[in-house]
């Protein structure tokens, strides 16, 4: 709003530590809005990858399977995958400046964004090259190929394992851990094929376990993109009703009306949320403000800028631009 303000029109900030102050808000270069990143979990994890992945792209040349390169291709993903998390990981708790009063958590985002883009991606080609196999079937050498599949597979339980426990609140190691959990049934569907061709010849098993768990992966990784666009683009986090919202705040005693109201996450773990409220009576701000702030974490939103209105500033600037 323009500086000629009345003195009624006051903006409160809070990030959930209790504190307030007037006028446009600003999170300070050195606020934390998360705890560590899983730097720990995501290196093991890595090590992990990365060696399976010369394992793999080696038995499947001897081997001659496609499924053998298919997963290898999703570990190729996994190590990218891993290797950016890790740096992310690092860099979103970087401190914020001036310019970026968020610091760097966008990143972890941006990070699951290209992860879910590239799982895409080779998944797309994988299904490609095993549709040529389903037609063309080729010989492969399903003992050496049962024996590097059984592996992998261990090896990707194990990742899966180190990975999970930090999945469920960080955009950027879920995209991590969705990259090894596509692997982990790859695996699966990898072993499952080679025992087939080794006891039976069953040639086609191959590119049939690569579509089958490939079409599993891409389901994930659709979800991934899906819900970093969805937060690249502000949109309202899907288990935050806004209507729940607006009406909570209406309740309230003291406040008449709410509006220009938003919520968005700047990462799932951190929620956001601005409004105007008309207050009549000046007196009641603080009170009013107080009781915004319980209602809303009812929500797990943390970071709550309110403007306390005595009219509707936007009535007001109507009728000077009318």
């Known amino acids: 709003m323009a500086s000629s303000r009345p003195s009624t029109d006051t903006t409160y900030h809070n990030s959930g530590h209790g504190h307030q102050h007037d006028g446009a808000h600003n999170h300070g270069a050195g606020h934390s809005h998360v705890g560590d990143a899983p730097v720990r979990s995501l290196r093991i994890a890595l090590a992990l990858t990365a060696t399976l992945l010369v394992v793999e792209v080696i038995g499947g040349i001897l081997s001659n399977s496609i499924a053998l390169l298919a997963d290898a291709g999703h570990m190729l993903t996994d190590v990218a995958a891993l290797g950016l998390a890790l740096f992310v990981a690092w860099f979103s708790?970087?401190?914020?400046?001036?310019?970026?009063t968020y610091g760097y958590l966008r990143w972890e985002i941006l990070a699951a964004f290209v992860n879910g883009s590239t799982l895409l991606l080779i998944s797309a080609w994988i299904l490609w090259e095993a549709v040529t196999r389903l037609r063309a079937p080729e010989a492969v050498s399903g003992g050496l190929m049962l024996v590097v599949a059984a592996s992998g597979l261990v090896v990707n339980i194990i990742a899966a394992r180190v990975l999970v426990g930090t999945s469920s609140h960080n955009l950027n190691a879920r995209g991590a851990y969705l990259h090894v959990l596509g692997d982990l049934l790859a695996s699966v569907g990898t072993v499952a094929a080679a025992i087939a061709i080794r006891y039976t010849g069953w040639?086609?098993?191959?590119?049939?376990?690569?579509?089958l768990t490939t079409v599993l992966i891409m389901r994930g990784a659709w979800q991934l993109v899906r819900e970093s666009v969805d937060i690249l683009l502000e949109s309202t986090p899907a288990h935050i009703p806004v209507g729940a919202v607006r009406r909570q705040l209406e309740a309230i005693p003291g406040i008449e009306s709410v509006h220009d109201l938003h919520v968005w996450a700047v990462t799932p773990a951190v929620v956001a949320m601005s409004a105007h409220a008309i207050v009549r009576e000046p007196e009641r701000h603080q009170h009013v403000l107080g009781h915004i702030h319980d209602a809303m974490r009812l929500f797990g939103i943390q970071h709550v800028t309110i403007q306390l209105e005595k009219d509707d500033m936007l009535d007001r600037e109507r009728h000077l631009h009318a």
């Open 93 to 100: 708790q970087q401190p914020g400046t001036p310019q970026k």
């Open 203 to 211: 040639l086609v098993a191959d590119p049939i376990a690569s579509i």
